[in-house]
């Protein structure tokens, strides 16, 4: 039953150019970047226990790194895009050590902090950033020559790569390492007496899921061909935090919904209503007060007590 | 022979009160010792102490002869120190077999695989089944913690720490919260444990304790007060001053 | 050395408005343990609605005042009805704090305007000081003098008082103040009222120096956080030391490498997340 699930999505997937039109799929393309970004995320605050606000420093970084090196050095991508992750993951391995001096609430604060202090340098370090201008003039890489202009190429070639990170995301979830990174979710002491180096393991995850970030990044500058300071902005973060919190943290499926449901949300709403922002907020607030779980957990378990109806 | 475990002029303070004062004392290999006193007297300060999750104002402790003071709490375990909690910590949402899984990976290299399958690891589990009919929980293998009675909580705490083998156990209140049967079944587990772990344990229930340990040592106020065999210590007139005093 | 006045003066007066603002968020990190992300948006609000009171009382102070208490009553409200049931999830709480930044953030947006409006110095301060020839501007200096004064009024309120002396110990102890008896919602409702209406007396008190412009509320929280993580949370005499110290670092960084200054912002959070996680002056760590 679950296989053929995951096969009609993978049938959906794969065939979206040839039932849909030219906008729906950069839609979706959007969907799965924004959905590489929330499923790393989810790796820190569902399993990990650890609830960052300042996820866009990793996106925005990788983004800027790779504007910056086809700008000035005219760099292309196979040689920019390796750089530009392994500069975005070293920073995450610093902030991760300074960030994970606390825990809690402290460490989201000083996550923030740290995001808001690199937001502030997007707006003023001119000379690298372009300030407000942002970064254009920017282009897509041609991978074994294939040309990723086109609306569909990209979107397979977007595909591809969340296939893989979810994918390699599943797979630390459900290793050794996975367990014991819920577990130092649960019962951080206690991991520690038995042998577990918590501290170690959280800067692990944090690291990692920094490179998926930097990873949503390079994907997000490839769609966009620019990069403005915003990527680096609370909002950006908070979205990615909402994706995770509205489709479920700590589950496999919750950050892709929740990555859906944002996109959709901010490409519709934003036709009628002015105000992202706003509905933004709003959101954050209606989902903290009445749907605190999430969309899958609360999906699950009405689907468990349907099948349970049924015995 | 060197000390399993050997404490030397421990000191604890908390804003000014103090709560492990000078505290020096030496556990063989294969003993087993009883620590007791009443409430406040500092005695899981001192195992916080001992594990780490605590660090110490000043003092030595040696386990096996090597200092531990300041190892990280996760250090310590991999050189033989286990412990149970006086307030269970156990894994609530996981199955029985899952937390003891959880217990030997923390010592295992395993832990650091982030890529295989944790199911594919068919040994861990019959291992900690193994361990789960050691202390007569393995028919509940599979329920999650949450469903199962207190009693048998305490004994997977236990569990938990002997999965590991640890060389020096240090068992916080075994028996607390425990009806009569259990107390006597958590006694026969802990009279079972091989000599090959050496058994610190604090407790309240002296009645049963005191069958368990050859020596007793009696904290106050963060000090050992006395020290000796069950016959010493409920001789000394110290003893019954402290217990009686309050 | 005209130059150096200024900028000293410019860090005091910044100084004195982080103040304003961060010794509200600490007051409430330390008590409630909400990260208060809406602060930066409180400070914000004020700005505007006092903008909008000095069109109908064209006095500074009045506006000051007004404003804050309608940004105390604001927080109230929202630590009331909002805050106060999501009591125990800390996450929650942040997360709803940050929901009500954005909306305030695009309140403001919808109600006064995307552009900035500057706000107009008191009259009687715009002569500037002069001193044994020396220049300096009145209306920093009396910001810097309102700072102290707040200062003052917080450690007589948390020293002198019995309000204070249940503040702190709430602080250092939740469970042992809930068992003493000491009535911690209404406990909670007032400090939230105290933060908040700090913060916005100060957006408008800042208003002759910042002006109130969309994304001040962006600008000001991290600032905040900064000096809460940098001074210690629960700490006046941290957020009092740790404001000045980012008004300097702030106001000297923008002025002598423009570029760098967030750059600069970074060090002192850094070394002091190093070396002392509780901060110069906290006693817990956040």
């Given at each position: 039953m679950k296989a053929l699930g995951w096969i009609a999505l993978a049938a959906l997937a794969a065939g979206l150019p040839l039932y849909a039109g030219e906008f729906y799929v950069n839609l979706t393309s959007q969907i799965l970047i924004a959905a590489i970004f929330a499923a790393g995320l989810n790796l820190l605050v569902g399993y990990g226990g650890l609830s960052s606000l300042g996820h866009a420093s990793y996106l925005g970084v990788a983004a800027y790194s790779s504007a910056w090196l086809s700008l000035n050095l005219a760099m292309p991508?196979?040689?920019?895009?390796?750089?530009?992750?392994?500069?975005?993951?070293?920073?995450?391995?610093?902030?991760?050590?300074?960030?994970?001096?606390?825990?809690?609430?402290?460490?989201?604060?000083?996550?923030?902090?740290?995001?808001?202090?690199?937001?502030?340098?997007?707006?003023?370090?001119?000379?690298?950033?372009?300030?407000?201008?942002?970064l254009s003039g920017l282009t897509r890489p041609a991978p074994f020559g294939i040309?990723?202009?086109?609306?569909?190429?990209?979107?397979?070639?977007?595909?591809?790569?969340?296939?893989?990170?979810?994918?390699?995301?599943?797979?630390?979830?459900?290793?050794?390492?996975?367990?014991?990174?819920?577990?130092?979710?649960?019962?951080?002491?206690?991991?520690?007496?038995?042998?577990?180096?918590?501290?170690?393991?959280?800067?692990?995850?944090?690291?990692?899921?920094?490179?998926?970030?930097?990873?949503?990044?390079?994907?997000?500058?490839?769609?966009?061909?620019?990069?403005?300071p915003t990527a680096l902005s609370l909002t950006s973060s908070a979205e990615g935090l909402l994706a995770v919190i509205a489709g479920g943290s700590g589950t496999l499926a919750g950050p892709v919904i929740g990555a859906a449901i944002v996109v959709l949300l901010k490409n519709y709403v934003s036709a009628f209503v002015e105000r992202w922002n706003f509905l933004l907020g709003l959101v954050f607030v209606l989902i903290v007060i009445f749907m605190p779980d999430g969309l899958v957990p609360g999906m699950k378990r009405l689907w468990l007590r349907w099948r349970g109806e049924r015995r | 022979m060197t000390p399993a475990l050997k404490i030397d002029g421990l000191r604890k303070s908390f804003g000014g009160l103090p709560a492990t004062n000078n505290v020096s004392l030496e556990v063989m290999p294969g003993e087993r010792r009883l620590i007791i006193g009443p409430n406040g007297a500092g005695k899981t300060t001192l195992f916080n102490l001992i594990t780490g999750d605590l660090p110490a104002d000043d003092g030595s402790i040696r386990v096996f002869g090597e200092e531990v003071r300041g190892m990280l709490p996760s250090q310590r375990a991999h050189r033989g120190l286990a412990r149970t909690y006086q307030i269970i910590t156990l894994f609530p949402k996981d199955t029985l077999e899952h937390n003891i899984a959880l217990s030997l990976l923390g010592l295992s290299k395993t832990r650091w695989n982030a890529f295989s399958p944790l199911a594919r690891y068919g040994h861990l589990y019959e291992e900690a089944r193994r361990v789960l009919a050691l202390?007569?929980?393995?028919?509940?293998?599979?329920?999650?913690?949450?469903?199962?009675?207190?009693?048998?909580?305490?004994?997977?705490?236990?569990?938990?720490?002997?999965?590991q083998k640890p060389r020096l156990l240090l068992l916080d209140e075994p028996l607390a919260g425990?009806?009569?049967?259990?107390?006597?079944?958590?006694?026969?587990?802990?009279?079972?444990?091989?000599?090959?772990t050496t058994v610190v344990m604090i407790e309240h229930d002296m009645d049963t304790a005191l069958d368990l340990a050859e020596t007793i040592t009696v904290l106050h106020y963060g000090s050992v007060i006395v020290e000796g065999t069950r016959a010493d210590v409920v001789a000394d007139p110290r003893t019954r001053e402290v217990y009686l005093g309050h | 050395m005209q130059f150096w006045i200024i900028q000293t003066l410019n860090s005091l007066a910044l100084g004195g408005l982080l103040f304003l603002l961060s010794s509200g968020f600490s007051l409430i990190f330390g008590l409630m343990r909400i990260a208060n992300l809406t602060h930066g948006a409180l400070f914000m609000l004020g700005a505007y609605v006092g903008v909008s009171i000095l069109k109908v009382i064209p006095n500074l102070w009045v506006a000051a005042l007004l404003g804050g208490l309608a940004v105390a009553a604001f927080g109230g409200l929202l630590e009331r009805f909002i805050l106060r049931k999501l009591a125990g999830n800390s996450l929650g709480q942040v997360l709803v704090?940050?929901?009500?930044?954005?909306?305030?953030?695009?309140?403001?947006?919808?109600?006064?305007?995307?552009?900035?409006?500057?706000?107009?110095?008191?009259?009687?301060?715009?002569?500037?000081?002069?001193?044994?020839?020396?220049?300096?501007?009145?209306?920093?200096?009396?910001v810097v003098v309102i700072a102290i004064v707040a200062a003052i009024g917080l450690y007589l309120l948390m020293e002198r008082t019995r309000l204070g002396a249940m503040i702190r110990?709430?602080?250092?102890?939740?469970?042992?103040?809930?068992?003493?008896?000491?009535?911690?919602?209404?406990?909670?409702?007032?400090?939230?009222?105290?933060?908040?209406?700090?913060?916005?007396?100060?957006?408008?008190?800042?208003?002759?120096?910042?002006?109130?412009?969309p994304g001040l509320d962006g600008e000001m929280l991290p600032l905040a956080l900064i000096v809460v993580i940098l001074g210690g949370v629960g700490s006046l005499v941290g957020a009092f030391v740790g404001s000045f110290i980012i008004g300097f670092i702030y106001t000297f960084g923008i002025a002598?490498?423009?570029?760098?200054?967030?750059?600069?912002?970074?060090?002192?959070?850094?070394?002091?997340?190093?070396?002392?996680?509780?901060?110069?002056?906290?006693?817990?760590?956040?």
């Amino acid at each position: 039953m679950k296989a053929l699930g995951w096969i009609a999505l993978a049938a959906l997937a794969a065939g979206l150019p040839l039932y849909a039109g030219e906008f729906y799929v950069n839609l979706t393309s959007q969907i799965l970047i924004a959905a590489i970004f929330a499923a790393g995320l989810n790796l820190l605050v569902g399993y990990g226990g650890l609830s960052s606000l300042g996820h866009a420093s990793y996106l925005g970084v990788a983004a800027y790194s790779s504007a910056w090196l086809s700008l000035n050095l005219a760099m292309p991508h196979w040689a920019s895009a390796p750089i530009a992750l392994a500069f975005t993951t070293l920073m995450a391995c610093l902030f991760g050590v300074i960030a994970l001096r606390a825990t809690g609430l402290g460490f989201l604060m000083i996550t923030l902090a740290l995001s808001q202090v690199l937001w502030g340098l997007g707006y003023r370090w001119v000379s690298v950033t372009n300030g407000d201008n942002g970064l254009s003039g920017l282009t897509r890489p041609a991978p074994f020559g294939i040309n990723l202009d086109g609306a569909t190429p990209f979107y397979y070639f977007c595909l591809v790569v969340t296939v893989f990170a979810l994918w390699m995301i599943a797979r630390l979830v459900h290793s050794p390492f996975g367990a014991g990174l819920r577990g130092t979710r649960d019962q951080a002491r206690r991991m520690a007496a038995l042998g577990h180096n918590v501290g170690l393991v959280r800067w692990l995850t944090f690291v990692y899921a920094g490179f998926w970030g930097a990873v949503a990044g390079l994907l997000y500058v490839y769609y966009h061909k620019y990069i403005h300071p915003t990527a680096l902005s609370l909002t950006s973060s908070a979205e990615g935090l909402l994706a995770v919190i509205a489709g479920g943290s700590g589950t496999l499926a919750g950050p892709v919904i929740g990555a859906a449901i944002v996109v959709l949300l901010k490409n519709y709403v934003s036709a009628f209503v002015e105000r992202w922002n706003f509905l933004l907020g709003l959101v954050f607030v209606l989902i903290v007060i009445f749907m605190p779980d999430g969309l899958v957990p609360g999906m699950k378990r009405l689907w468990l007590r349907w099948r349970g109806e049924r015995r | 022979m060197t000390p399993a475990l050997k404490i030397d002029g421990l000191r604890k303070s908390f804003g000014g009160l103090p709560a492990t004062n000078n505290v020096s004392l030496e556990v063989m290999p294969g003993e087993r010792r009883l620590i007791i006193g009443p409430n406040g007297a500092g005695k899981t300060t001192l195992f916080n102490l001992i594990t780490g999750d605590l660090p110490a104002d000043d003092g030595s402790i040696r386990v096996f002869g090597e200092e531990v003071r300041g190892m990280l709490p996760s250090q310590r375990a991999h050189r033989g120190l286990a412990r149970t909690y006086q307030i269970i910590t156990l894994f609530p949402k996981d199955t029985l077999e899952h937390n003891i899984a959880l217990s030997l990976l923390g010592l295992s290299k395993t832990r650091w695989n982030a890529f295989s399958p944790l199911a594919r690891y068919g040994h861990l589990y019959e291992e900690a089944r193994r361990v789960l009919a050691l202390v007569g929980l393995d028919a509940l293998a599979n329920r999650p913690v949450s469903e199962v009675s207190y009693g048998d909580r305490r004994r997977l705490e236990i569990a938990m720490a002997l999965a590991q083998k640890p060389r020096l156990l240090l068992l916080d209140e075994p028996l607390a919260g425990l009806s009569r049967e259990e107390r006597a079944s958590v006694k026969q587990l802990v009279s079972k444990i091989p000599r090959e772990t050496t058994v610190v344990m604090i407790e309240h229930d002296m009645d049963t304790a005191l069958d368990l340990a050859e020596t007793i040592t009696v904290l106050h106020y963060g000090s050992v007060i006395v020290e000796g065999t069950r016959a010493d210590v409920v001789a000394d007139p110290r003893t019954r001053e402290v217990y009686l005093g309050h | 050395m005209q130059f150096w006045i200024i900028q000293t003066l410019n860090s005091l007066a910044l100084g004195g408005l982080l103040f304003l603002l961060s010794s509200g968020f600490s007051l409430i990190f330390g008590l409630m343990r909400i990260a208060n992300l809406t602060h930066g948006a409180l400070f914000m609000l004020g700005a505007y609605v006092g903008v909008s009171i000095l069109k109908v009382i064209p006095n500074l102070w009045v506006a000051a005042l007004l404003g804050g208490l309608a940004v105390a009553a604001f927080g109230g409200l929202l630590e009331r009805f909002i805050l106060r049931k999501l009591a125990g999830n800390s996450l929650g709480q942040v997360l709803v704090t940050l929901g009500f930044a954005f909306m305030i953030a695009d309140l403001c947006l919808i109600i006064w305007g995307g552009d900035p409006i500057p706000v107009p110095t008191p009259p009687e301060l715009r002569k500037p000081l002069v001193v044994a020839g020396v220049s300096f501007p009145t209306y920093r200096l009396v910001v810097v003098v309102i700072a102290i004064v707040a200062a003052i009024g917080l450690y007589l309120l948390m020293e002198r008082t019995r309000l204070g002396a249940m503040i702190r110990a709430g602080v250092d102890d939740m469970q042992m103040a809930r068992a003493v008896g000491i009535p911690v919602s209404k406990l909670f409702t007032i400090v939230f009222c105290l933060g908040a209406g700090l913060a916005g007396a100060g957006g408008i008190i800042g208003g002759p120096i910042l002006s109130a412009y969309p994304g001040l509320d962006g600008e000001m929280l991290p600032l905040a956080l900064i000096v809460v993580i940098l001074g210690g949370v629960g700490s006046l005499v941290g957020a009092f030391v740790g404001s000045f110290i980012i008004g300097f670092i702030y106001t000297f960084g923008i002025a002598l490498m423009p570029d760098l200054a967030y750059v600069i912002l970074f060090l002192p959070m850094i070394f002091v997340i190093a070396f002392r996680p509780r901060g110069l002056f906290g006693r817990m760590t956040a």
